[in-house]
T-cell receptor, first 113, second 115 residues
């Protein structure tokens, strides 16, 4: 079955630390990949997405992600986190032609001031 | 551009009661999705509409859940009768539809508690 794995369920970092959140998906052909963020009390918002082209994708608020096809991965990175990055982060995959998303279980990030 | 609207935001019912949720997508978006998000899990797709037709309802528990999207705009999701395990946040999302890589825009969700 098609699935998405997020390996880190809870991450605690100090401000200015670097962040990398893992995301792996199961093989199923051509994929579109997404990272969504949910800040406390807010709805899910798109951080960035990979559709085609450059596998290094830059998103909002200094986030980036790299699509590594050979590893079925789409890890999210930020070189220096801020307290305001405290949120839950969801990776999602959409297999070409289906338009529906399959979400991972999410990673709860807490950044200490 | 107005976002996806959902109501109510919170609902508490007893098991075996019925409940309905409403969603109004972003204007012009052809595709509408309902997701169930149980605490500690990622959103799980329940049903996907393209205009007023169902594209995918393979994960919708059809013995108790139903959804409709009359006129291809707003949508309602109903649970009848509710079970304890239906306690979750119900998310509505919309997208332009019909294209690979379409971004889905999410509403604030309805938090359902079944006692």
């Amino acid at each position: 079955a098609q699935s998405v794995s997020q390996h880190n369920h809870h991450v605690i970092l100090s401000e200015a630390a670097s962040l990398e959140l893992g995301c792996n998906y199961s093989y199923g052909g051509t994929v579109n990949l997404f990272w969504y963020v949910q800040y406390p009390g807010q709805h899910l918002q798109l951080l960035l997405k990979y559709f085609s082209g450059d596998p290094l994708v830059k998103g909002i608020k200094g986030f980036e992600a790299e699509f590594i096809k050979s590893k079925f991965s789409f890890n999210l990175r930020k070189p220096s986190v801020q307290w305001s990055d405290t949120a839950e982060y969801f990776c999602a995959v959409s297999y070409s032609g289906t338009y529906k998303y399959i979400f991972g279980t999410g990673t709860r990030l807490k950044v200490l001031a | 551009e107005a976002g996806v609207a959902q109501s109510p935001r919170y609902k508490i019912i007893e098991k075996r009661q019925s409940v309905a949720f409403w969603c109004n997508p972003i204007s012009g978006h052809a595709t509408l999705y309902w997701y169930q998000q149980i605490l500690g899990q990622g959103p799980k797709l329940l049903i996907q509409f393209q205009n007023n037709g169902v594209v995918d309802d393979s994960q919708l528990p059809k013995d108790r859940f139903s959804a409709e999207r009359l006129k291809g705009v707003d949508s309602t999701l109903k649970i009848q009768p509710a079970k304890l395990e239906d306690s979750a946040v119900y998310l509505c999302a919309s997208s332009h539809g019909g294209r690979d890589g379409d971004t889905q825009y999410f509403g604030p969700g309805t938090r359902l508690t079944v006692l």
